[in-house]
């Protein structure tokens, strides 16, 4: 039971990401406005982020960048830094974020200017509104 | 990495993160997740992580929220859920 209690706590960063992604997701699903979608997509993109950048920290270890030799053994220990290649591939993610968020955006003001709402359910119902005129007036 | 600031910081975040997606004012969801961005650049700044913090603090919190507000000014600032 110990041993679970440990385990549970000592990964918290781990539960944190659970927790920003389970977010994430609803607010993909279940929100009905455009722009709270976006921001759900955002959100689950930091949370992966923040899961990367936790697997590349450990405990005692400075920033990634190299001023002291270890004092014991006047050497470079890898054990006091902490892990920079997630933090490189986490840049791209980054920047890859803004460029989606900005796409994202741009395409849900494209649909403003079409139906004059931001919520998905009126959007469908005036889709499905335009199909019935056009299928009426086809079989005329 | 000191672990108490963690943990107050991610309890933050993930409040944040629950009243951003619950607000129904648009533009107060936008300065809001500037919030959100700017918290997740001192959860890493803490891990350590210090050239992903400055790039997600100029460009995360930044440039989205200018990119957010500027969509909501061009649409509308409602949302009903």
Redesign the interface.
């Known amino acids: 039971m110990d041993n679970y209690l440990f385990f549970i706590v000592s990964k918290?960063?781990y539960w944190?990401v659970m927790?920003?992604i389970m977010?994430?997701i609803?607010?993909i699903i279940s929100?009905?406005?455009l722009?709270?979608k976006i921001?759900?997509m955002?959100?689950f993109q930091?949370a992966i982020?923040?899961f990367y950048?936790?697997i590349?920290?450990?405990?005692n270890?400075?920033?990634?960048i190299l001023h002291h030799l270890n004092e014991h053994t006047q050497k470079i220990n890898p054990d006091d830094f902490?892990n920079p290649l997630?933090?490189?591939l986490?840049?791209t993610a980054?920047?890859v974020?803004?460029a989606t968020?900005?796409v994202a955006?741009?395409l849900?003001?494209k649909i403003?200017q079409q139906f004059g709402?931001?919520?998905e359910n009126i959007i469908n119902n005036k889709i499905a509104a335009d199909n019935n005129r056009q299928s009426v007036i086809d079989r005329l | 990495?000191i672990?108490q600031i963690?943990?107050i910081i991610?309890v933050m975040?993930?409040i944040i993160?629950?009243g951003?997606?619950s607000i129904k004012n648009?533009l107060s969801?936008g300065i809001l997740?500037g919030a959100?961005?700017f918290m997740?650049c001192l959860?890493?700044a803490i891990?350590?992580?210090?050239?992903?913090a400055f790039?997600?603090a100029s460009?995360?919190a930044g440039?989205?929220t200018v990119?957010?507000i500027?969509?909501?000014f061009?649409?509308?600032r409602g949302?009903?859920?």
């Open positions: 918290f960063n944190g927790i920003l977010i994430g609803y607010a929100k009905q406005n722009i709270k921001i759900g955002n959100i930091t982020i923040l950048i936790s590349g920290s450990k405990k270890a400075s920033i990634p902490v997630p933090h490189v986490m840049l980054i920047v974020s803004v968020l900005g955006l741009s849900a003001i403003y709402t931001l919520e | 990495m672990w963690d943990v991610l975040v993930i993160a629950i951003v997606i648009l969801v997740f959100y961005s997740m959860l890493w891990m350590g992580a210090v050239d992903v790039t997600e460009v995360g440039v989205s990119f957010l500027a969509a909501i061009r649409t509308s949302s009903k859920d």
